[in-house]
């Protein structure tokens, strides 16, 4: 059974950084695509940002990309994400996904399926 378990949410103010992971199991973690998504409340959920299997190359959305860095340890089964210079605009709910599509295009196609979502951590960025 696969599991995708998000953690290291919570609230921050304006300015601040956040880690944020997911724990994968249940799957050959480095086999897989990684990458975020975010939803606010009467949105749908957006791609943030996406890493090869191997780590090499990363993609994000353009609001995000200068402030954060996402990453992996194939030798832990985690993925990262760094998030600094949170803004309140970037309050949400925080899904990891795992697929084995290319990663490079993630966000490039509205309504793509994939294969695994963890629950989410909640991210609140107010002062």
């Known amino acids: 059974q696969v599991q995708l378990v998000e953690s290291g949410g919570g609230l921050v103010r304006p300015g601040e950084s956040l880690r944020i992971s997911c724990a994968a199991s249940g799957l050959t973690f480095s086999n897989y695509a990684m990458g975020w998504f975010r939803q606010t409340l009467g949105k749908e959920r957006e791609f943030v940002a996406s890493?090869?299997?191997?780590?090499?190359?990363?993609y994000y959305e353009d609001d995000v990309k200068y402030r954060w860095t996402i990453s992996r340890d194939n030798a832990k089964n985690t993925l990262y994400l760094q998030m600094d210079d949170l803004v309140p605009e970037d309050t949400a709910v925080y899904y990891c996904?795992?697929?084995?599509?290319?990663?490079?295009?993630?966000?490039?196609?509205?309504?793509?399926?994939?294969?695994?979502w963890g629950q989410g951590t909640r991210v609140t960025v107010s002062s």
């Open positions: 890493i090869t299997r191997d780590g090499a190359a990363t």
């Open positions: 996904v795992a697929d084995l599509s290319d990663p490079a295009a993630w966000g490039l196609r509205p309504g793509q399926v994939y294969a695994y």
